[in-house]
């Protein structure tokens, strides 16, 4: 367990794999990631099998179950204080292989505030991510994920659906054709109960596809989305990567970001999506104008202020080792809006014996007397301005 303190936004991002591989993230809403209650589930990596692995971290001494109600597996777990305790879930139980509805919703709840992190991982394709508390999930959702037409093989663009509650009634909107399902643009819906999930795959982009529950039925439920990619080959260069990220309720999103490349990359790809129509986006002086639920994909290699007149999202995109022989493969990553800010945040780094490097991007406020502490050490030399947001 780390503890950074200051008023900032964090994302963390951590190298893992035989040469690099980023494949963890998390950044943090205003009414933080902490929380007793949370569902989530996992999508299918690039092949039929992985380790699937959820890390409870806490801050005081924590207990409490994590389960699959629908299945009626579950397991007790207990966390010391500032540690983290790691949860194996049966992959042949939680790993969903296709388009469809699955019994595959995991529940976790705690006694105590706690934050939660689930690991999708196999040897050379792994991803991991946030999971939201069941407080800071929302109703309607917009997925982001890379497009498989730049990839080697057939590997699908995948989302996920976690309801929540019983006779949860959602519309989908895909941006491509479902595999075995809807065709591009033609909405549809689907009914889940408490701890089901459906996954939606395609061999097209799904990115940019709306996800919202249909109020006509006992009312808006939360439900949880995740997005990513079964395998992609960002940048259209080697290496390939299973990309897996929670996505942010439409609620949640700003007007303001900032976009930090990579360390020891040539640069990154960056995608924005937009929730309202007539959205202006200015992006380090280059302007780009969306409609509700367009996407603008745009390369960058230097930290760089975004803003616009209406909510968006931005996603961000590593490539593969390839694209500039710099260490490090895909994963993505979901920013938070510049006005969503903690004062203070203890995370986990994932401990491996081919984990060779961690980082850690800290976006902090350069008015006031701010300073920035990691595990009590002073670390505010270490910021560096952003010249067009000073």
């Given at each position: 367990?780390?503890?950074?303190?200051?008023?900032?936004?964090?994302?963390?991002?951590?190298?893992?794999?035989?040469?690099?591989?980023?494949?963890?993230?998390?950044?943090?809403?205003?009414?933080?990631?902490?929380?007793?209650?949370?569902?989530?589930?996992?999508?299918?990596?690039?092949?039929?099998?992985?380790?699937?692995?959820?890390?409870?971290?806490?801050?005081?001494?924590?207990?409490?179950?994590?389960?699959?109600?629908?299945?009626?597996?579950?397991?007790?777990?207990?966390?010391?204080?500032?540690?983290?305790?790691?949860?194996?879930?049966?992959?042949?139980?939680?790993?969903?292989?296709?388009t469809g509805i699955e019994d595959m919703g995991i529940h976790l709840v705690s006694d105590v505030d706690v934050q939660v992190y689930a690991m999708n991982y196999l040897q050379m394709t792994s991803d991991a991510s946030i999971v939201l508390p069941t407080s800071g999930l929302g109703n309607e959702y917009y997925t982001s994920s890379y497009d498989p037409?730049?990839?080697?093989?057939?590997?699908?663009?995948?989302?996920?659906?976690?309801?929540?509650?019983?006779?949860?009634?959602?519309?989908?909107?895909?941006?491509?054709?479902?595999?075995?399902?809807?065709?591009?643009?033609?909405?549809?819906?689907?009914?889940?109960?408490?701890?089901?999930?459906?996954?939606?795959?395609?061999?097209?982009?799904?990115?940019?596809?709306?996800?919202?529950?249909?109020?006509?039925?006992?009312?808006?439920?939360?439900?949880?989305?995740?997005?990513?990619?079964?395998?992609?080959?960002?940048?259209?260069?080697?290496?390939?990567?299973?990309?897996?990220?929670?996505?942010?309720?439409?609620?949640?999103?700003?007007?303001?970001?900032?976009?930090?490349?990579?360390?020891?990359?040539?640069?990154?790809?960056?995608?924005?999506?937009?929730?309202?129509?007539?959205?202006?986006?200015?992006?380090?002086?280059?302007?780009?104008?969306?409609?509700?639920?367009?996407?603008?994909?745009?390369?960058?290699?230097?930290?760089?202020?975004?803003?616009?007149?209406?909510?968006?999202?931005?996603?961000?995109?590593?490539?593969?080792?390839?694209?500039?022989?710099?260490?490090?493969?895909?994963?993505?990553?979901?920013?938070?809006?510049?006005?969503?800010?903690?004062?203070?945040?203890?995370?986990?780094?994932?401990?491996?014996?081919?984990?060779?490097?961690?980082?850690?991007?800290?976006?902090?406020?350069?008015?006031?007397?701010?300073?920035?502490?990691?595990?009590?050490?002073?670390?505010?030399?270490?910021?560096?301005?952003?010249?067009?947001?000073?």
């Amino acid at each position: 367990m780390y503890q950074i303190m200051c008023n900032f936004l964090l994302m963390k991002r951590i190298v893992f794999t035989q040469l690099l591989i980023f494949f963890g993230y998390f950044s943090l809403f205003a009414q933080t990631t902490k929380g007793t209650d949370f569902w989530f589930g996992y999508m299918k990596n690039s092949h039929a099998y992985a380790d699937l692995e959820v890390y409870i971290c806490a801050d005081i001494a924590a207990s409490g179950d994590i389960s699959m109600p629908a299945i009626g597996w579950n397991q007790s777990f207990n966390v010391a204080s500032n540690s983290t305790t790691m949860i194996s879930i049966p992959y042949a139980q939680a790993l969903p292989l296709n388009t469809g509805i699955e019994d595959m919703g995991i529940h976790l709840v705690s006694d105590v505030d706690v934050q939660v992190y689930a690991m999708n991982y196999l040897q050379m394709t792994s991803d991991a991510s946030i999971v939201l508390p069941t407080s800071g999930l929302g109703n309607e959702y917009y997925t982001s994920s890379y497009d498989p037409a730049t990839s080697v093989g057939q590997k699908a663009s995948e989302f996920i659906v976690v309801a929540t509650d019983d006779n949860t009634l959602i519309n989908i909107t895909p941006n491509d054709d479902i595999i075995g399902g809807a065709m591009a643009v033609n909405t549809f819906s689907i009914t889940l109960n408490k701890g089901q999930l459906y996954q939606a795959q395609s061999y097209g982009d799904l990115n940019g596809s709306r996800v919202w529950v249909d109020a006509s039925m006992q009312g808006l439920k939360p439900i949880a989305v995740y997005s990513g990619n079964e395998g992609v080959n960002v940048g259209g260069c080697p290496y390939q990567d299973h990309l897996f990220e929670a996505m942010l309720p439409i609620p949640t999103w700003g007007k303001e970001y900032i976009g930090v490349p990579f360390k020891n990359k040539l640069g990154d790809e960056f995608i924005i999506i937009a929730s309202k129509d007539g959205t202006v986006i200015d992006i380090g002086g280059t302007v780009q104008n969306l409609d509700k639920g367009e996407s603008y994909t745009y390369f960058s290699d230097t930290t760089h202020y975004i803003c616009s007149n209406k909510d968006i999202s931005l996603s961000q995109y590593c490539r593969g080792y390839n694209c500039d022989n710099m260490d490090g493969d895909p994963l993505m990553i979901v920013h938070n809006a510049l006005g969503q800010r903690l004062n203070e945040i203890n995370f986990n780094a994932f401990t491996s014996s081919v984990i060779t490097n961690y980082y850690v991007n800290v976006v902090c406020p350069s008015s006031g007397n701010n300073t920035l502490l990691l595990d009590g050490v002073d670390i505010t030399s270490q910021l560096t301005p952003l010249a067009s947001n000073p």
